[in-house]
């Protein structure tokens, strides 16, 4: 198979990113490659080959201390009835991490590298490793796409998903999550059902059922990808459709109940380790996270601020578009497409946690990329008939998508103002497309909705106590609440609350940041309420005044709060003020 310069633009650009943009391998601490969820898919590998302590997790002490690839213990937890630590995350991915692994050991073993899992040549062999997954997977897409359109649609398709998409941050930099991984199953079983279906045999059928088994070992509710291969050009509104493919199963019968008992068989080895681990076949290991079946998460999967897939990745709206040039040009594989699209969407919005954590957009919709690659490569394949009139706002759109998506990653690794799960409509706004990193724009992602731009008009001080102190930490929670009569304030006038702050050693842990609230109330009722966290603007040992600015808006009373959000580091609070101005 030929390959163009499109498609090496795309490797291109991936080996790029993962080379000189930003090598994570070579990061430390939970930048590092294996940190995070990665080091929890890994954690089956370093303490059944390296340390054979699966059911203990002895060694966990000192690799948190060495490497910190989490701020705690988050890889395992202990089960209650066995008392021992069972992983939170199925093996699937840690297989996939098994010849990188493999090489590193035998590696850090004939060096000076500490042979412990997490030292150097882990970090690095899993990177590449990964990367190895990817360019696989951008290949058989590419080979599968061939099946039903020209190379240079299938070739634009594939640049476009790496430029405009978030697959570009979890190919070429997050890697080694299990998105990356999906994404080339999910390309070689797509491959691998056309080429069953076009001259069926035992080692396809085998072939389906490893990779189907795989991909649900890696996250269990990739059992859904069956739905690929069953309905594979199936089309249910031609009478004869039904028959001939009931024709079909009892024909192939062996070779389908090989992919079936392939997919069982992978599949039980996690049945197997917990059984191992804990005496138990079944153990649910994400504990009190779980689905909300009748109420999906469906707006805000798609288009919210804080996570939302079209507003991280608004390149994808193009597929979606793309389904109805899809249905006339395929129409036999519609059915198949489609019905596992609104199945997939459903299952990743349907997760309570459907933000996924610091995740970019959405990133449990990338393996589903390579099955949204067929409506995408309808499209551009209508668009490249078409008029220029009608190209012209489509690759306007295309553009500054690219654009948006290059911003985005830039912004989550180096530049600094993405905040993967803390975004805000007002954050989002306030910083789309900049480049200046203004500490004062942090405020947005708390409850702070607008930010006061310039120096106070007619400023006075109204309220100041010298005398009032507070130390929160750990045991003291809560400062006393500051109150303040307003009803003799015009009502065209806005009021900064500050206060002195001061700190030892920071808190990262958003969640856990002391909340500074000022709150205004009329006649006892609510009408407005402001928050930020304080140390999102502080630095270790830092003494700081931080301010919140706020409209009158009718209010005649005025509450000030402080709470350590169960913090357990210290934070001094002293000297309140509120100044009033007149507004702009």
Not at 8 to 17: G, S
Not at 436 to 457: A, H, S, T
Not at 475 to 503: C, H, T, W, Y
Request: with cysteine.
């Amino acid at each position: 198979m030929k390959l163009s310069p499109t498609f090496y633009l795309a490797v291109l650009i991936i080996l790029l990113t993962h080379f000189l943009y930003y090598p994570k391998w070579s990061k430390g601490g939970t930048e590092a490659t294996i940190s995070w969820d990665v080091s929890g898919y890994y954690m089956y590998l370093p303490a059944s080959l390296i340390y054979q302590d699966m059911k203990g997790c002895g060694f966990k002490d000192s690799i948190l201390q060495n490497y910190g690839p989490t701020p705690n213990f988050q890889q395992a937890f202990v089960h209650e009835a066995s008392g021992n630590y069972v992983m939170k995350y199925s093996m699937g991915q840690a297989i996939s991490f098994l010849p990188a692994f493999g090489l590193a050991h035998l590696y850090a073993k004939s060096t000076a590298y500490p042979a412990d899992g997490f030292s150097f040549p882990y970090q690095l062999a899993i990177s590449l490793g990964s990367l190895f997954w990817a360019l696989l997977g951008l290949y058989y897409l590419r080979k599968f796409l061939l099946f039903f359109y020209r190379p240079k649609v299938a070739d634009w398709t594939i640049l476009g998903l790496v430029l405009g998409s978030n697959y570009l941050n979890y190919s070429a930099i997050d890697g080694a999550m299990t998105h990356n991984t999906l994404f080339t199953l999910y390309s070689l079983l797509l491959y691998v059902t056309v080429r069953f279906y076009q001259q069926p045999s035992y080692l396809k059928g085998a072939a389906i059922g490893a990779l189907l088994g795989w991909a649900a070992l890696i996250r269990p509710t990739e059992i859904m990808a069956c739905i690929i291969p069953l309905a594979w050009g199936l089309q249910p509104w031609v009478g004869k459709e039904l028959k001939q493919r009931l024709q079909f199963v009892v024909q192939h019968f062996g070779k389908l109940l090989l992919a079936v008992l392939l997919t069982a068989f992978i599949g039980s080895f996690q049945l197997m380790y917990w059984k191992y681990a804990t005496g138990e076949w079944i153990v649910y290991s994400y504990q009190d996270q779980g689905f909300s079946w009748l109420s999906p998460h469906l707006y805000a999967g798609f288009l919210s601020y804080k996570s939302g897939w079209l507003t991280y990745s608004p390149f994808m709206l193009l597929p979606l578009l793309g389904f109805g040039p899809f249905f006339k040009q395929q129409r036999s594989l519609f059915v198949a497409v489609f019905a596992f699209s609104l199945l997939f969407i459903y299952i990743t919005f349907a997760w309570d946690i459907w933000w996924y954590g610091g995740s970019l957009g959405q990133r449990a919709m990338v393996q589903a990329y390579p099955v949204l690659a067929l409506p995408l490569a309808a499209l551009v394949h209508w668009l490249s008939q078409q008029k220029l009139w009608l190209k012209l706002p489509i690759f306007a759109f295309a553009l500054l998508s690219f654009y948006a998506n290059l911003w985005f990653t830039h912004q989550a690794h180096k530049g600094g103002l993405l905040r993967p799960g803390e975004m805000t409509k007002a954050y989002y706004w306030a910083t789309l497309f900049r480049y200046d990193n203004d500490p004062e724009r942090l405020k947005l992602l708390d409850g702070v909705r607008q930010l006061k731009k310039g120096e106070l008009k007619e400023a006075s001080l109204v309220y100041s106590d010298t005398s009032w102190q507070a130390q929160l930490d750990q045991n003291q929670q809560f400062a006393p609440i500051i109150q303040l009569d307003l009803s003799k304030m015009p009502q065209k006038e806005g009021v900064r609350v500050s206060v002195l702050a001061q700190i030892g050693p920071k808190e990262w842990e958003f969640w856990r940041m002391t909340q500074f609230t000022v709150t205004l109330k009329k006649e006892g009722v609510v009408i407005d309420e402001q928050m930020f966290r304080l140390q999102r603007l502080m630095h270790d040992g830092e003494e700081k005044r931080l301010y919140i600015d706020l409209p009158i808006q009718g209010a005649d009373s005025l509450e000030i709060k402080f709470w350590n959000a169960d913090g357990k580091k210290a934070i001094k609070l002293s000297q309140p003020e509120v100044w009033r101005y007149v507004l702009d």
